[in-house]
């Protein structure tokens, strides 16, 4: 058996591809088919082509969207600084929804409310601020 990818609906296929972006991940692949009338966009890290995620845009809408009720858990993602990455979110207006004040884990959500993960690479970095007093936004 082979891993081939993680699948998530998006309502809004550039507001999506411009967060996963911010995540640093990149377009590798993708397929407009005009007679199904939707878009599969493939993202993946720089030089990790195997590990992607496939953004499903219907063009006309998914009644599926925007509740959560599709049992998904989260996409995880090894990140080398979890305060850089978290700050760098933070400046291009996204929630931090559970702060990294341990230094190993936060967790963010995309446009359409898919739990993204991110775990710091290694070792915890020692708490510190803004982080280590800050609360938990909405839920993750």
């Not at 219907?58 to 600084?81: C, T």
């Not at 978290?86 to 996204?94: D, I, K, P, S, T």
Request: charged share 25%.
């Amino acid at each position: 058996m082979k891993y081939l990818h993680t699948m998530v609906r998006v309502l809004d296929l550039d507001a999506s591809r411009r967060f996963y972006g911010l995540l640093g991940l990149k377009e590798i692949r993708r397929y407009d088919n005009d007679k199904g009338r939707f878009t599969l966009l493939f993202m993946a890290p720089e030089g990790q082509p195997e590990c992607p995620v496939e953004l499903t845009h219907n063009w006309d809408g998914d009644a599926a969207l925007p509740n959560d009720s599709r049992h998904f858990g989260h996409l995880a993602y090894e990140v080398d600084d979890i305060y850089a990455t978290c700050a760098h979110l933070m400046a291009n207006g996204v929630t931090i929804n559970r702060p990294p004040r341990d230094g190993h884990m936060a967790f963010v959500r995309s446009p359409d409310n898919v739990s993204i993960e991110l775990l710091q690479k290694g070792e915890a970095k020692p708490p510190a601020e803004p982080w280590a007093s800050m609360g938990n936004t909405g839920h993750w």
